[in-house]
């Protein structure tokens, strides 16, 4: 007698086989393989201090509208009405979601043959592919730190002051005028550069006029492409400082975490000289999730009997405020951004 295969008949137990196997390969690539925007932390086991403040949403899109601080108290006459203030909003950053997928098949032909656990290989394979575009589009945020907002990728939103993230001219909403968080000479990096990389994070201010912030006094996060990762760390790293006549006490031992990763290579969309510093603390740098990286239950497609796996991803990476963090593109040249 003859069996119609229809994805009723497929669907149990090989459906349900599949299925597990699908979650033993989540589970494995878990356990290997990170996602940046999880991991990279200003100080060890404190998501406090993360290099991205992770976002979740069950909306449409997510517009962020921050306000200044309260200015500082005022000298008051005896017998005078008490002094007031307001706050001030300040631009609006505003968040829509893109999706990303892919998928694999897995083909009646594949089933007869007997190698279905071979094309379920794939699917690990596709999983560690879609944990690597996340953490492509996470370093991304630093890789277009200054470039136009007219010119960025679809992953990608910036502050909505309508200039890059890393930008000398930073119109401010309260005072007029502007800021600037990057170097507009693109000075390298050196020992010297960073600290006037690390004074210029510190003199950063808020939109209300007199507005202190405090940043730049916690650990922070230098950042750069491998091709420069051996300088930072030996200008960050060790009690004396390096190379130095006198062996002078090293200022920057245990307050700098360095992070370096290929994606912020040239060889991958970034650059080979830019570095530059950000305040874990009061980070940013925003990763916004929608729907998690996630891979989809198996289904059959009966018209032609093959089984799809594939996998799905809604996010947007972006920065909700320029302050907390500076950029130099490290190559001598001038930014005028």
């Given at each position: 007698?003859?069996?119609i295969?229809?994805?009723?008949t497929?669907?149990?137990?090989?459906?349900?086989?599949?299925?597990?196997?699908?979650?033993?390969?989540?589970?494995?690539?878990?356990?290997?393989?990170?996602?940046?925007?999880?991991?990279?932390?200003?100080v060890?086991?404190?998501?406090?201090?993360s290099?991205?403040?992770?976002?979740t949403?069950?909306?449409?899109?997510?517009?962020?509208?921050?306000?200044?601080?309260i200015?500082?108290?005022?000298?008051?006459?005896?017998?005078?009405?008490?002094?007031?203030?307001?706050?001030i909003?300040?631009?609006?950053?505003?968040?829509e979601?893109?999706?990303?997928?892919?998928?694999?098949?897995?083909?009646?032909?594949?089933?007869?043959?007997?190698?279905?656990?071979?094309?379920?290989?794939?699917?690990?394979?596709?999983?560690?592919?879609?944990?690597?575009?996340?953490?492509?589009?996470?370093?991304?945020?630093?890789?277009?730190?200054?470039?136009?907002?007219?010119?960025?990728?679809?992953?990608?939103?910036?502050?909505?002051?309508?200039?890059?993230?890393?930008?000398?001219?930073?119109?401010?909403?309260?005072?007029?005028?502007?800021?600037?968080?990057?170097?507009?000479?693109?000075?390298?990096?050196?020992?010297?550069?960073?600290?006037?990389?690390?004074?210029?994070?510190?003199?950063?201010?808020?939109?209300?006029?007199?507005?202190?912030?405090?940043?730049?006094?916690?650990?922070l996060?230098?950042?750069?492409?491998?091709?420069?990762e051996?300088?930072?760390?030996?200008?960050?790293?060790?009690?004396k400082?390096?190379?130095?006549?006198?062996?002078?006490?090293?200022?920057?031992?245990?307050?700098?975490?360095?992070v370096?990763?290929?994606?912020?290579?040239?060889?991958?969309?970034?650059?080979?000289?830019?570095?530059?510093?950000?305040?874990?603390?009061?980070?940013?740098?925003?990763?916004?999730?929608?729907?998690?990286?996630?891979?989809?239950?198996?289904?059959?497609?009966?018209?032609?009997?093959?089984?799809?796996?594939?996998?799905?991803?809604?996010?947007?990476?972006?920065?909700?405020?320029?302050?907390g963090?500076?950029?130099?593109?490290?190559d001598?040249?001038a930014?005028?951004?």
């Amino acid at each position: 007698m003859s069996v119609i295969e229809t994805s009723a008949t497929l669907g149990s137990p090989f459906l349900k086989g599949i299925t597990a196997e699908l979650a033993d390969i989540t589970s494995q690539v878990d356990s290997q393989y990170a996602l940046a925007k999880d991991t990279v932390l200003g100080v060890d086991k404190n998501e406090a201090s993360s290099l991205f403040k992770n976002k979740t949403s069950d909306k449409a899109r997510e517009t962020i509208s921050g306000v200044s601080a309260i200015g500082k108290l005022q000298k008051t006459a005896e017998g005078a009405d008490y002094k007031s203030d307001s706050r001030i909003s300040t631009y609006v950053t505003q968040f829509e979601w893109e999706k990303y997928t892919s998928g694999i098949t897995i083909t009646e032909e594949d089933r007869d043959d007997q190698i279905v656990s071979e094309k379920l290989d794939r699917a690990k394979a596709l999983l560690v592919a879609g944990m690597t575009t996340l953490n492509q589009h996470s370093f991304d945020l630093f890789n277009y730190s200054q470039t136009a907002q007219a010119s960025l990728p679809d992953h990608l939103t910036f502050y909505g002051d309508g200039v890059p993230f890393g930008s000398i001219i930073h119109p401010i909403k309260g005072t007029g005028g502007t800021q600037s968080n990057a170097s507009a000479t693109g000075i390298p990096f050196t020992e010297d550069n960073l600290e006037t990389a690390r004074l210029a994070l510190m003199a950063q201010r808020g939109d209300k006029a007199g507005e202190t912030l405090n940043y730049g006094r916690s650990k922070l996060i230098l950042w750069g492409a491998p091709a420069i990762e051996k300088k930072m760390i030996i200008a960050t790293r060790g009690e004396k400082r390096s190379g130095t006549a006198n062996n002078d006490v090293n200022i920057y031992d245990g307050l700098f975490t360095t992070v370096s990763s290929q994606l912020l290579a040239a060889a991958n969309g970034g650059s080979d000289t830019r570095w530059g510093l950000i305040d874990p603390m009061n980070t940013p740098a925003a990763f916004w999730t929608r729907r998690a990286l996630t891979l989809g239950t198996p289904y059959v497609t009966d018209s032609n009997k093959n089984i799809t796996v594939d996998i799905s991803a809604r996010y947007k990476v972006g920065n909700k405020d320029f302050r907390g963090f500076w950029v130099s593109g490290g190559d001598s040249a001038a930014y005028a951004l």
